[in-house]
């Protein structure tokens, strides 16, 4: 347990450098749902319901992705349903 807990760990500290290159509009709006970069980086890198079973840094490299990801963010900020 110890050992996945740990990879879990490294998985997500890996995540946290790529926040530097999200698209400005989705970084803005990730920021306004969570407190700090550290808790958008655990969403960023956690597969996601709402996005079928995908994760979200893998969906914003395409113009399509990073709106559905914005759109996403902000719903969960104001108390959308998705």
């Known amino acids: ?3 996945g807990l740990k990879s879990k760990i490294r998985h ?3 995540c946290l450098p790529k ?3 999200l698209d400005p ?3 803005a709006a990730g920021m306004e749902m969570f407190p700090n970069p550290t808790g958008l980086a655990l969403w960023m ?3 996601q319901r709402s996005l079928g079973g995908r994760i979200p840094i893998n969906v914003v490299r395409t ?3 990073r709106d559905k990801v914005t759109n996403i963010l902000r719903a969960l ?6």
């Open 25 to 27: 509009e989705v970084f």
């Open 1 to 3: 347990m110890l050992a």
């Open 63 to 65: 113009k399509v992705g």
């Open 19 to 21: 926040l530097a290159a």
């Open 77 to 82: 900020h104001y108390g959308g349903y998705l």
């Open 12 to 14: 997500y500290e890996g």
């Open 45 to 47: 890198c956690t597969q």
